[in-house]
C-alpha cells in the first residue's frame, strides 16, 4: 500500500517562496509518474506539475517558470519549489502518485487527476497580497 506524505505549506507575502515535499512510503517502485495538484475553495482540483522517472517534467501554464518539480529516488522524496509566489496560487496542494506508468504514458495525462491512484492528505499554502 502506498503511503504519499505532503509538508512545506505554509503562509506567505506575493513574491515569496515555499518548498514543498512529498515522501512517499510502501509499495513504491523505480518507475514512476508522480504529481502536485491544486486546489483552490470553491475550485476544482487542477494539475501543477508532473515529473517521470525518466525526469521528464511539465507545468501548468499558470506556474511555468516560477515552480520546479524534482524528485530525490533515494529518499522516496517529491518536491515542489515555488518562487514569486502570487496570491492565486493559494490552495491545498496534493502530492499523486502512479507507479504503473512513465515516460508518453504519464506526460499525455500529466494533469488529469483521474489518472493518478495514490494521493496524499494535502498542505496548505496561503499567499497574502
Known amino acids: 500500500q502506498v503511503q504519499l506524505l505532503e509538508s512545506g505549506g505554509g503562509s506567505v507575502q506575493a513574491g515569496g517562496s515555499l518548498r514543498l515535499s512529498c515522501v512517499a512510503s510502501?509499495?513504491?517502485?523505480?518507475?514512476?509518474?508522480m504529481g502536485w495538484f491544486r486546489q483552490a475553495p470553491g475550485k476544482e482540483r487542477e494539475g501543477v506539475a508532473t515529473i517521470d522517472s525518466n525526469e521528464s517534467t511539465t507545468y501548468a501554464d499558470s506556474v511555468q517558470g516560477r515552480f520546479t518539480i524534482s524528485r530525490d529516488d533515494a529518499k522516496n522524496t517529491l518536491y515542489l519549489q515555488m518562487i514569486n509566489l502570487k496570491p492565486e496560487d493559494t490552495g491545498v496542494y496534493y502530492c499523486?502518485?502512479?507507479?504503473?506508468?512513465?515516460?508518453?504514458?504519464?506526460?499525455?495525462?500529466?494533469?488529469?487527476?483521474?489518472?493518478?491512484?495514490?494521493w496524499g492528505r494535502g498542505t496548505q499554502v496561503t499567499v497574502s497580497s
Open positions: 510502501g509499495l513504491t517502485y523505480r518507475s514512476y509518474c
Open positions: 499523486a502518485a502512479d507507479f504503473s506508468r512513465w515516460g508518453h504514458a504519464c506526460m499525455s495525462r500529466a494533469h488529469d487527476r483521474d489518472s493518478f491512484p495514490h
